[in-house]
């Protein structure tokens, strides 16, 4: 079983360009989840599709972010314009779908580290 | 909200000893889950153990286990007979098991050196 893949593993841009991160997740995982982790912080959460729709995106920074996953496969996060303040490491995860009182794992793509000069 | 807190950036241990990652959290929840993840250099993050909140057992996971102290929201990480490939950062998380909300929250980490 293949596992999540993000795409670029790398990108390195000008302020005020405009930067699309690609992951696709582990086959058959409706639950997908993005997070981002700044250089000697904490990683985290930005939101979390369940198929298509998004169920949770209280992490997203602003506006300047757009998330999408069509047709419910693999997603897209687009910054733009992109600021000093967006570097970083952006990781993608994935999941089963949850019961309501039961666990399934999350599993973490390598990331791909933003730099935005 | 939920925060954690790893209070250790980096530790080191000798092969074949062992070491005791430190973790903290805050929530109010009564029932919940926590994780230590690995991140070897270079390499995705992979799930070490997990605990459940409403188990007393602590959780193993062969040369894994955790001390887990709910009334003092710690969550330690013991690693055994530490071994070169055990190098990477290590990740505390917590995730609320109701509530809708998926999300894992992560400490800073801690990058363990595995001397040889």
């Known amino acids: 079983e293949a596992g999540v893949t993000q795409f670029p593993s790398h990108s390195v841009i000008e302020k005020g360009q405009t930067v699309t991160l690609r992951c696709d997740p582990i086959?058959?995982?409706?639950?997908l989840y993005w997070y981002r982790r700044v250089m000697g912080k904490e990683i985290k959460f930005l939101l979390h599709?369940?198929?298509?729709?998004?169920?949770?995106e209280s992490g997203m920074p602003n506006n300047r972010f757009l998330a999408e996953r069509t047709g419910g496969t693999y997603s897209t996060l687009k910054v733009q314009p992109a600021e000093l303040e967006d570097s970083g490491v952006y990781f993608c995860?994935?999941?089963?779908?949850?019961?309501?009182?039961?666990?399934?794992?999350?599993?973490f793509g390598p990331g791909t580290r933003l730099t935005v000069l | 909200a939920q925060t954690v807190t790893q209070s250790q950036p980096e530790m080191s241990v000798q092969e074949a000893e062992t070491v005791t990652l430190s973790c903290t959290y805050d929530?109010?929840?009564?029932?919940?889950?926590l994780f230590w993840y690995k991140q070897p250099p270079s390499r995705q993050m992979i799930l070490v153990i997990r605990?459940?909140?409403?188990?007393?057992q602590n959780a193993t996971e062969n040369r894994f286990s955790v001390n887990f102290q709910k009334a003092a929201k710690s969550f330690s990480l013991k690693i055994s007979d530490s071994q070169l490939g055990d190098a990477a950062m290590y990740f505390c998380?917590?995730?609320?098991?109701?509530?809708?909300?998926?999300?894992?929250?992560f400490g800073k980490g801690t990058k363990l050196t595995v001397n040889p």
């Open positions: 995860a994935s999941s089963r779908t949850s019961g309501s009182f039961s666990y399934n794992e999350q599993f």
């Open positions: 599709f369940v198929k298509e729709s998004k169920q949770d």
């Open positions: 998380a917590y995730r609320a098991t109701q509530g809708g909300s998926e999300k894992l929250v």
């Open positions: 086959s058959g995982h409706d639950n």
């Open positions: 929530t109010s929840e009564s029932d919940y889950y």
């Open positions: 605990q459940e909140a409403y188990k007393q």
